[in-house]
C-alpha cells in the first residue's frame, strides 16, 4: 500500500488544480483557506512532528509575512511579488533572532516561551507606526480567486514536497534523532541547536507566504487577524490529528477538520472552536501517532489498536 | 511617592500571581505535568466565584473556599477521567493534551458564559485606606492576604500531614508511593485536584481586581509558568515570592515602558531567567 | 614483570597519544566526583577503568564525550584542548561513547539507530543516505545483530540492546571509543560474547576506554588498568600490577570478596 501513497498523492494534486474549472466560488473560497491552514500545519510538522519540538508560536511568522506584504504593497506600492519576499525576510531574522534563545530550552520550556511570543508580537505592532497601530493597512483589490487558489495549492505542493525531503534525508533522520533523545543525537554528532533552528527558519517560510497570500486575498492586514493566536491551535491540531512526523498526514489532518468546522461554523463558531480543542485531547488518548497512523494499518485495525494506545500510557 | 505607590500595587498584585502559579507548580512539581490549561481553570474558578456572589448572593470572600470545593472536584475528575490515561506517555503529549484541554474549556466558558467582561464587584470593591501617604486597596490587600494564608496552608499539608508526606513521595518516586498504602491514581487526581482549587481561589481573587472573560487563560498559564520557575517547584513560598518578584516588574513596566507591554515583559523575564539559568531548564526536561 | 601468568591478548605496541586529561576535576556542590585525573590512552591502546560504585567513572567518561563540562583541568584529544568543544564536534573529531542506561532511539528501527551513527560520526558521518545505511548494515552483520535490522529497537532484549549500542558507536568510525558497563546485566555467556566483540575492535587504530565490574574480562581486554576510589585515581599500570595492588584491593576488590 505503501508505495501507492506518492502517485496517488501527485494524482490528487494535479486533480486539484483544476478545481476552479468548475467548482462555484463558495467552494474556490473555502478550498484557499483549507490549503492555507494545510501549508501552516505542515510547516508546523517540520519541528514539531519531526523535531518533536511543539511550537505555539508560529503564528508570529505568518503575522510577519502579512504585514511583510502588506506594508509593502499598501504603504510603498510595491508589487506582490516583493511584498511576499519582504514578508519571508521578516519572517526568517524572527526565527533565527526568536530560535537561537529559545531552542536552548527543552520540552515545556520551549512550548511555554513560544505561547508568550504571539501576545508580545501583537502588542509591538499594534504601537508601530509603519504598520499603521492597530487600525490596520488596505491592500489594492484584485478580484482573481483562481489565482490566489493555484498560489495557495502550488505553496501546498511545495511545503509538502519539502517534507517529503526532510523525512528521507540525512537532515530528517538528525530531527528525529533530536526528537526520540536529544542528548544521545548530540554524542552521535548531530549538531542539535542549528537543526532546530533551521527546522524553524524552513517553517516561517513556508508560513510567512502564506501570510502573505492571505493579505493580498483578504486586501487588510491589522494587528488583530496578522497574530491571531487561534491560528496556532489550529495549525497544531491539524498536524496532530493527521500524523506529526509523516509526510502526508497533516494535509489530510487539515482538510478533514477545515470541511467539519466549515460545516460546524455554519452553525455555531463557538461549538466548531469547541470541537478543535475535544479533537486534540480525544487524539492524544486514543491516537497519539495521529491519523496517518490509524489508516496506514489498514485491515489490521481493530478497536484494540485504540485500547492498547491507552494501556499503554495511562496509571 | 508614585513610584512607592507603584511598588505596593505590584507587591499586593505579586501576592495574587503567586497564588496563580502555586497550583501549577504543585502539579508540575509532584505529576510532571506542565499544564497547559491551568489559565483556564483560574478563568473557570473566577467564573464559579462569580456566579455564587450574584446568583446566590454569597460574600465573594466567602464564596471563595466553596469555589475551592467545586474546582477541587472538577480538578479531581479532570485527572482521574482525562489526565490519568496519558500519564506515562511523553512530556510532548501532555502538554498537548493540555492545551486542548485549554480550547475545550474557553469555548466551552464562551458558550454558557457569553464573551462579555465580568467584574466581582461588592459593596466594598472601592474601598481603600490612607497608610502613610499611600493608598491601600481593600480588596488587594485582602487578595494578598488569602494568597499567604492559601500558601501557609500548603506548606503545612505537604510537611507536616501525612497526605503531603504521600505527594512528596510520588514527586520522588512512583513505586515509593505505592509503599505509603495509596493508591497512586488517587493521588494523582488529589494533587491535580489540590492544584485546581488553588487556581479557583485565585480566580476568585483576579475577578475582584480585574476582568474576568473567557479568554484569560492562555495568558495566564503563561505568567502561572514564568512564577513557577523563578519561584521553583519545592517551596510554596519561593513561589509567593515569584510572584511579588513578577507583580512588582510588571507595575514598573506600566509606568515606565506602557501598560500595552506587561505581557511583553513577562514573556521577557522568562527569556531571561531561562538564559541566565540554562542548567535548569535541560535538568527538568 | 608480573608475580603470575595472565590471559593477555598482546595488542600492536601503543601509537600516538590520542586522549589524554590534566587535572581533570568535577565538582558538584560540596562533593568532589572527579578529583585531578590525569590519563592517557594512544592509538592501538586499550584502558580499563574500574572502581566502586560512585568512584567517578561516568562521569569522567561524560567529561571526555563532551556531556559534561569539568569544574578544572584540561581534556586534549590528539594533543589539542577540547574543554570548549560540544559534543556533537567531539563525535565528529571520532570520540564516541556507549551509555551505561542504553538510549536506542525509540521510534526509530535497529537499522535506522544505527544509520543515524553512520550518517553523523567522525567527520561528519556518510552524507549520503544510501551508503550510511550500507555502512550501518555491516556494522550490524559485525556485531551480530544482521537478522534483526528491521526490528523496532524498543522490542530487543537487553543483550541486543548492547550490541546494538556498540554498532551505533562503531558506524561512527571513532578513533576514541568509551565502553560504559556494557558487560552489565549480562550472563556469563553473554559477557563472553562481549568480550569477543571488544577483542575483535581493539587495535585498527583506535583507543578504547573499558568501564567494567567484571574483573577478569577486563583482565584479559586491557593494555592497562586505572583504579578511581572516590573520584581520586589510585592506580595506574599494566593488569596484574594493579590487581595486586594492596590498596586497589582494599578499596575495591576486598570489598566485592566480602
Known amino acids: 500500500m505503501k508505495r501507492f501513497i506518492l502517485p496517488a498523492a501527485i494524482v490528487i494534486a494535479v486533480f486539484m488544480a483544476f478545481i476552479p474549472g468548475f467548482a462555484s466560488d463558495t467552494m474556490i473560497q473555502f478550498w484557499i483557506n483549507a490549503l492555507l491552514l494545510a501549508t501552516l500545519a505542515q510547516a508546523w510538522n517540520i519541528l514539531g512532528g519531526f523535531g518533536g ?125 533530536i526528537r526520540e533523545d536529544e542528548d544521545a543525537a548530540g554524542t552521535m554528532g548531530v549538531n542539535a541547536t542549528l537543526y532546530k533552528v533551521t527546522a524553524l527558519i524552513l517553517a516561517s517560510v513556508f508560513t510567512a507566504v502564506a501570510g502573505g497570500i492571505h493579505a493580498y486575498w483578504f486586501t487588510f492586514v491589522d494587528p488583530a487577524s496578522a497574530f491571531d493566536s487561534t491560528l496556532n491551535v489550529r495549525m497544531v491540531i491539524m498536524c496532530v490529528f493527521g500524523g ?63 485500547v492498547r494506545n491507552i494501556t499503554e500510557n495511562r496509571l | 511617592m508614585v513610584l512607592a505607590q507603584i511598588l505596593l500595587n505590584g507587591v499586593l498584585l505579586g501576592g495574587l500571581y503567586g497564588l496563580m502559579a502555586l497550583g501549577m507548580a504543585l502539579v508540575w512539581g509532584v505529576l510532571n505535568i506542565v499544564n497547559l490549561s491551568h489559565g483556564a481553570l483560574i478563568m473557570l474558578g473566577g467564573y464559579v466565584t462569580y456566579y455564587l456572589f450574584t446568583l446566590a448572593g454569597i460574600d465573594p470572600f466567602v464564596a471563595l473556599p466553596i469555589a475551592m470545593v467545586i474546582m477541587f472536584c472538577f480538578g479531581f475528575a479532570l485527572q482521574w477521567g482525562v489526565l490519568n490515561l496519558i500519564v506515562r506517555s511523553k512530556m510532548l503529549n501532555t502538554l498537548l493534551i493540555t492545551f486542548g484541554l485549554q480550547v475545550v474549556l474557553t469555548f466551552t466558558a464562551q458558550l454558557l458564559f457569553t464573551a462579555d467582561f465580568r467584574t466581582i464587584n461588592p459593596t466594598y470593591a472601592g474601598n481603600n485606606f490612607p497608610v502613610g501617604g499611600l493608598t491601600v486597596s481593600v480588596v488587594r490587600l485582602a487578595a494578598f492576604l488569602v494568597a499567604i494564608a492559601l500558601a501557609s496552608i500548603l506548606w503545612f499539608v505537604l510537611n507536616r500531614l501525612p497526605l503531603g508526606r504521600a505527594i512528596r513521595a510520588t514527586a520522588q518516586n512512583l513505586t515509593a508511593a505505592r509503599l505509603y498504602g495509596v493508591n497512586p491514581r488517587v493521588l494523582y487526581a488529589v494533587t491535580f485536584g489540590i492544584g485546581t482549587a488553588l487556581a479557583g481561589a485565585a480566580g476568585g481573587l483576579y475577578g475582584m481586581i480585574s476582568n474576568l472573560t473567557p479568554y484569560i487563560g492562555a495568558s495566564l498559564t503563561a505568567k502561572s509558568f514564568v512564577i513557577a520557575i523563578i519561584g521553583g517547584l519545592s517551596n510554596p513560598f519561593y513561589v509567593i515570592f515569584g510572584g511579588i518578584f513578577v507583580g512588582i516588574a510588571e507595575s514598573l513596566t506600566a509606568l515606565y515602558i506602557g501598560p500595552t507591554y506587561t505581557d511583553v515583559i513577562s514573556f521577557g523575564l522568562l527569556v531571561v531567567v531561562l538564559v541566565v539559568r540554562p542548567s535548569r531548564a535541560v535538568r527538568a526536561a | 614483570m608480573s608475580a603470575q601468568p595472565i590471559p593477555h591478548d598482546a595488542a600492536p605496541k601503543a601509537g600516538r597519544t590520542v586522549i589524554e586529561t590534566r587535572g581533570l576535576t568535577r565538582r558538584f556542590g560540596g562533593l568532589v566526583s572527579v578529583n585531578n585525573v590525569d590519563l592517557v590512552i594512544a592509538e592501538n591502546e586499550t584502558l580499563g577503568l574500574i572502581g566502586p560504585n560512585g568512584a567517578g567513572k561516568t562521569t569522567l567518561v561524560n567529561m571526555i564525550s563532551g556531556t559534561l563540562a569539568p569544574s578544572e583541568g584540561e581534556v586534549l584529544f590528539e594533543g589539542q584542548v577540547i574543554n570548549d568543544v560540544p559534543a556533537f564536534r567531539r563525535a565528529h573529531l571520532g570520540i564516541a561513547r556507549t551509555f551505561q542506561v542504553m538510549k536506542p532511539f525509540h521510534g526509530m528501527t535497529v537499522l535506522e539507530n544505527v544509520t543515524v551513527g553512520a550518517l553523523f560520526g567522525r567527520n561528519g558521518g556518510q552524507k549520503n543516505m544510501a551508503d550510511a545505511r550500507e555502512k550501518a548494515r555491516e556494522w550490524l552483520e559485525f556485531t551480530g545483530l544482521g537478522g534483526k535490522i528491521e526490528i ?78 572516590h573520584g581520586e585515581k589510585i592506580a595506574d599500570d599494566d593488569p596484574a600490577t594493579v590487581l595486586e595492588d594492596p590498596r586497589v584491593i582494599e578499596a575495591y576488590l576486598g570489598k566485592r570478596r566480602q
Not at chain 1, 131 to 159: H, Q
Open chain 3, 152 to 229: 523496532n529497537a524498543d522490542s530487543l532484549g537487553g543483550p541486543d540492546r548492547k550490541r546494538l549500542e556498540f554498532a551505533k558507536a562503531l558506524a561512527m568510525e571513532p578513533r576514541l571509543l568509551l565502553l560504559d558497563e556494557v558487560m552489565a546485566g549480562l550472563n556469563p555467556v553473554e559477557v563472553t560474547e562481549v568480550v569477543e566483540l571488544i577483542k575483535k575492535i581493539r587495535g585498527q587504530g583506535r583507543a578504547l576506554l573499558i568501564i567494567e565490574h567484571v574483573v577478569a574480562a577486563i583482565r584479559s581486554l586491557s593494555d592497562r588498568i586505572m583504579v578511581l576510589h
Open chain 1, 244 to 306: 506529526p512526523g509523516t509526510v502526508f498526514g497533516p494535509v489530510v489532518g487539515s482538510f478533514v477538520l477545515s470541511a467539519v468546522y466549515e460545516i460546524l461554523a455554519a452553525q455555531i463558531s463557538t461549538a466548531a472552536a469547541l470541537l478543535f480543542g475535544l479533537v486534540i485531547v480525544l487524539a492524544v488518548i486514543f491516537m497519539p501517532r495521529g491519523l496517518a497512523d490509524v489508516v496506514g494499518r489498514g485491515r489490521a485495525l481493530s478497536w484494540r489498536y485504540f
Open chain 1, 53 to 177: 519540538y511543539v511550537s505555539f508560536g508560529n503564528s508570529v511568522f505568518y503575522g510577519l509575512g502579512t504585514y511583510g506584504t502588506g506594508i509593502a504593497m499598501a504603504t510603498y506600492h510595491l508589487p506582490f511579488g516583493v511584498g511576499l519576499a519582504i514578508g519571508v525576510v521578516l519572517a526568517v531574522i524572527g526565527a533565527a533572532v526568536v530560535g537561537l534563545p529559545i531552542l536552548r530550552l527543552r520540552g515545556p520550556y520551549f512550548a511555554i516561551a513560544t505561547l508568550g511570543l504571539n501576545g508580545a508580537m501583537l502588542a509591538i505592532f499594534s504601537n508601530l507606526s509603519i504598520a499603521n497601530k492597530n487600525i490596520g493597512l488596505v491592500l489594492p483589490l484584485t478580484r482573481n480567486d483562481t489565482m490566489f487558489y493555484e498560489l495557495s495549492l502550488g505553496l501546498l505542493v511545495l511545503c509538502t514536497a519539502t517534507v517529503w525531503w526532510v523525512s528521507r534525508s540525512r537532515y530528517g533522520m538528525g530531527l528525529i534523532a
